[in-house]
């Protein structure tokens, strides 16, 4: 069965400095593995996706993630954070193949930003 | 644009009362779900239905039904609504075809008194 671990659930920066965002996964098999992002009162939106073709993946607004499959890890990360960053992250793996493309969630990393 | 709406953004709804949360998509998606979101708790899976009158329950189907009848409106129904169903109530649609992403609708917040 699927799984994700989100090992932080709230990370806090400052303005200007790099952003470090921690997912494990558990997965049988070749897993898609998914960032979102919600802002407050906000609805989901996509990040970034791994699909089994680079293993680096840029996403939108500057962050990317590395797929490790020896470390079964997903982490994202930005160089610089910006204060509109501010928000919750989730990691999804997706059980596309086997169970209807049923998504699991991490339980979510709220990030701030101090300025 | 794909858009997935959900009917309501907020709901406040007296115990016992049988509540309909609907949820309609544009883009012709096969997979539909249900997840509510609960602080500490992220979004847990209530249903999913892959198909027309199809239906799964995920992790916590306990206190809610679905229903399924057209291919774009899947719909979540509290048959009996509870205090502790208050929450925040996402529904979610996809196509299975590849590696694609998942689209979400705005959210509803439900509060049952």
């Known amino acids: 069965a699927q799984s994700v671990t989100q090992l932080d659930s709230h990370v806090s920066v400052s303005e200007g400095t790099p952003v470090l965002l921690r997912c494990n996964y558990s997965s049988s098999y070749s897993p898609s593995l998914f960032w979102y992002v919600q802002h407050p009162n906000k609805g989901l939106q996509l990040l970034l996706k791994?699909?089994?073709?680079?293993?680096l993946v840029k996403g939108i607004n500057g962050f990317e993630a590395e797929f490790k499959k020896s470390e079964t890890s997903f982490h994202l990360t930005k160089p610089s954070a910006h204060m509109s960053d501010a928000a919750e992250y989730f990691c999804?793996?997706?059980?596309?193949?086997?169970?209807?493309?049923?998504?699991?969630f991490g339980q979510g990393t709220e990030l701030s930003v101090k300025p | 644009d794909v858009k997935v709406t959900q009917s309501s953004r907020y709901l406040v709804k007296r115990t016992g009362e049988k509540v309909f949360l609907e949820c309609v998509q544009d883009m012709d998606h096969e997979n539909m779900f249900w997840y509510r979101q609960d602080p500490g708790l992220g979004l847990r899976l209530i249903y999913f239905?892959?198909?027309?009158?199809?239906?799964e329950k995920g992790d916590i189907p306990e206190g809610y039904s679905v229903s399924r009848e057209k291919k774009e409106r899947f719909s979540l129904i509290l048959e009996s609504a509870s205090t502790n169903q208050t929450s925040m109530y996402l529904c979610a649609s996809l196509s299975p075809q590849g590696y694609t992403e998942a689209f979400f609708g705005q959210g509803t917040r439900l509060t049952v008194v």
């Open positions: 239905s892959y198909d027309v009158k199809m239906k």
């Open positions: 999804v793996v997706s059980a596309l193949y086997n169970q209807g493309g049923k998504l699991i």
């Open positions: 791994y699909t089994s073709a680079a293993t």
